[in-house]
């Protein structure tokens, strides 16, 4: 599967330099497999798609229309690449 990131998307795999200090919106707790919607907030992957799931097809925080499809896992992205 080929994922195409969008420029926002790209920009948020650039910072992680404060990955410890990031909060789930929804939850306010550390988030468990991290992951971003286009807009570029953060969620646990489950809260997101929960919320949207629930509350419809915007970002909580900014209510800019969300697919499930783009929210981006940051975990797969950030993890440290394996080599056997």
């Known amino acids: 599967m080929i994922i195409d990131l969008t420029n926002d998307e790209k920009e948020l795999t650039k910072n992680t330099s404060s990955l ?15 992951s971003a919607t286009p807009c570029g907030h ?10 949207l799931s629930s509350a419809g097809t915007t970002c909580p ?9 783009r929210i981006l896992s940051l975990e797969v992205m950030l993890a440290p690449e394996t080599i056997e």
């Open 20 to 34: 410890s200090s990031i909060q789930c919106a929804i939850c306010l707790d550390s988030p468990k497999d991290l």
């Open 61 to 69: 925080i900014c209510r800019k229309k969300v697919s499930r499809q």
């Open 42 to 51: 953060l969620f646990c992957y489950t809260c997101i798609h929960q919320s």
